[in-house]
């Protein structure tokens, strides 16, 4: 499956943000979808992963209570609101595409499929 994230941009502290993911290619609707990021000088990391089907959703502790995944099979697009930003979210977001399994994959490593990127930065 191809990705193409969008929505990223500048945003001050306490702001909103929603960002994007268009697939195309392999069915969306049987892929576990995932937004990772990475901070300048760091490793990538985890943010957000939903099931093929929406019901099933994970969060790192970091942004629990804050961010939302969610899904529209139908548009083939996942999304992720992200609210109440703190400096420290100031990231590259990239989403990844995995087909559908049990339980739901976190790691970097179980992903095969990669969007390009969309720079979110934070301001104080």
């Known amino acids: 499956v191809q990705l193409q994230a969008s929505g990223g941009g500048l945003v001050q502290a306490g702001g909103s943000l929603r960002l994007s993911c268009a697939a195309s290619?392999?069915?969306?609707?049987?892929?576990?979808m995932c937004w990772f990021r990475q901070a300048p000088g760091k490793e990538r990391e985890f943010v957000a992963a939903?099931?093929?089907?929406?019901?099933?959703?994970s969060y790192a502790d970091s942004v629990k209570g804050r961010f939302t995944i969610f899904r529209n099979n139908a548009k083939n697009t996942v999304y992720l609101q992200m609210n109440s930003l703190k400096p420290e979210d100031t990231a590259v977001y990239y989403c990844?595409?995995?087909?559908?399994?049990?339980?739901?994959?976190?790691?970097?490593?179980?992903?095969?499929?990669w969007g390009q990127g969309t720079l979110v930065t934070v301001s104080s």
């Open positions: 990844a595409a995995v087909r559908s399994g049990w339980p739901l994959r976190r790691r970097e490593a179980d992903f095969d499929s």
């Open positions: 290619g392999r069915t969306f609707s049987n892929c576990d």
């Open positions: 939903i099931n093929w089907g929406g019901g099933s959703t």
